[in-house]
């Protein structure tokens, strides 16, 4: 059961970029243009992962994963930011801001996680590989999406509720672009350190734990891919690991910037920028550098061109 502010405002108003109005047009215009490049990548990543044999593998299908993640990411907010941009309202109902902030934070925990995961898949290939149809076979890959997708629920339902207890004291103006829980937690009155405390406590578990993993999981494949002989070798091993090298760094740069410092410490257009970044950049470039440098999903791709063509013909 999601408790809910009894003193709540019927809705709030999002200010956004009221201080540069000059932003707006072409934020609105980047925004229309790079939203539906994101669905379409990542929409493409899923039907090649699933209609090409070659990429039926537990890589592949942590990669489908985080592509439907991005999709849902970025789904949760840009359309209304959109609206918001290219209208004189700018305003978002009381209901709309929950059900905004707990889908935002069940992706964002839920990606968190699942990176991690996909880095723990590349360390058994790399570092274990004879036993590593046996460790990621199907049954504990889905056991382990499932576990990821739970924790990400569980920490929204726990942040997020936390955070809709807190009085507003008839503020209904958010100066931030979408609901988020810094901001709300920024803008509400009264005590609440402790709110500031847990979420710094949650967000070191969610952010801080799974890239410890990473980079212990990446030191180990390191420590590995040097001790291959073959410089051909080494090449195959970096190339498999680069792409989610680069994704964990754009994902986990920006997150620990903003989120491992306390709410009242944020500057006032951080959140705003930190917001259009992975509403635009991530889940745009995510399909690109999966595509871009993986052999095996151009391949695929380049089949499936070519015999959606040669149907036609």
Same mark, same amino acid.
Not at 124 to 146: D, F, G, Q
Not at 263 to 286: C, E, H, W
């Given at each position: 059961?999601?408790?809910?502010?009894?003193?709540?405002?019927?809705?709030?108003?999002?200010?956004?970029?009221?201080?540069?109005?000059?932003?707006?047009?072409?934020?609105?215009?980047?925004?229309?243009?790079?939203?539906?490049?994101?669905?379409?990548?990542?929409?493409?990543?899923?039907?090649?992962?699933?209609?090409?044999?070659?990429?039926?593998?537990?890589?592949?299908?942590?990669?489908?994963?985080?592509?439907?993640?991005?999709?849902?990411?970025?789904?949760?907010?840009?359309?209304?930011?959109?609206?918001?941009?290219?209208?004189?309202?700018?305003?978002?109902?009381?209901?709309?801001?929950?059900?905004?902030?707990?889908?935002?934070?069940?992706?964002? *925990?839920?990606?968190?996680?699942?990176?991690?995961?996909?880095?723990?898949?590349?360390?058994?290939?790399?570092?274990?590989?004879?036993?590593?149809?046996?460790?990621?076979?199907?049954?504990?890959?889905?056991?382990?999406?499932?576990?990821?997708?739970? *924790?990400?629920?569980?920490?929204?339902?726990?942040?997020?509720?936390?955070? &809709?207890?807190?009085?507003?004291?008839?503020?209904?103006?958010?100066?931030?672009?979408?609901?988020?829980?810094?901001? &709300?937690?920024?803008?509400?009155?009264?005590?609440?350190?402790?709110?500031?405390?847990?979420?710094?406590?949650?967000?070191?578990?969610?952010?801080?734990?799974?890239?410890?993993?990473?980079?212990?999981?990446?030191?180990?494949? *390191?420590?590995?891919?040097?001790?291959?002989?073959?410089?051909? *070798?080494?090449?195959?091993?970096?190339?498999?690991?680069?792409?989610?090298?680069?994704?964990?760094?754009?994902?986990?740069?920006?997150?620990?910037?903003?989120?491992?410092?306390?709410?009242?410490?944020?500057?006032?257009?951080?959140?705003?920028?930190?917001? &259009?970044?992975?509403?635009?950049?991530?889940?745009?470039?995510?399909?690109?550098?999966?595509?871009?440098?993986?052999?095996?999903?151009?391949?695929?791709?380049?089949?499936?061109?070519?015999?959606?063509?040669?149907?036609?013909?």
């Amino acid at each position: 059961m999601i408790l809910i502010n009894e003193s709540h405002p019927e809705e709030f108003i999002l200010l956004g970029f009221a201080n540069h109005p000059w932003l707006q047009l072409p934020l609105f215009v980047i925004l229309l243009i790079t939203y539906p490049m994101a669905m379409m990548g990542n929409i493409i990543i899923i039907l090649v992962s699933k209609l090409d044999p070659r990429l039926h593998s537990p890589m592949y299908f942590f990669l489908t994963n985080l592509s439907f993640l991005d999709m849902c990411y970025t789904t949760s907010f840009v359309p209304q930011m959109l609206f918001n941009l290219g209208s004189s309202k700018k305003t978002i109902s009381y209901i709309g801001c929950v059900v905004q902030l707990y889908f935002f934070s069940i992706m964002g *925990g839920t990606e968190c996680l699942l990176l991690a995961i996909m880095s723990f898949d590349r360390y058994v290939a790399i570092c274990r590989p004879l036993h590593y149809t046996l460790i990621m076979n199907r049954c504990i890959c889905i056991l382990l999406v499932t576990t990821v997708w739970l *924790g990400g629920m569980a920490y929204a339902f726990l942040e997020a509720t936390l955070t &809709l207890q807190l009085p507003l004291c008839g503020v209904n103006k958010l100066d931030h672009l979408l609901c988020e829980i810094p901001v &709300l937690i920024k803008t509400a009155c009264g005590e609440k350190e402790t709110n500031e405390l847990i979420l710094s406590v949650v967000c070191i578990f969610m952010l801080a734990v799974p890239l410890c993993l990473i980079l212990a999981s990446y030191a180990s494949i *390191g420590h590995t891919v040097f001790k291959i002989k073959s410089s051909e *070798g080494r090449k195959k091993a970096f190339g498999t690991c680069s792409s989610h090298l680069i994704v964990v760094f754009l994902f986990y740069g920006p997150a620990i910037s903003m989120y491992l410092q306390p709410p009242s410490s944020i500057s006032r257009d951080q959140p705003k920028f930190m917001a &259009l970044f992975y509403g635009m950049v991530t889940p745009t470039l995510n399909p690109f550098i999966y595509t871009l440098r993986n052999k095996d999903v151009k391949g695929a791709l380049g089949k499936l061109v070519s015999s959606i063509f040669s149907s036609k013909s």
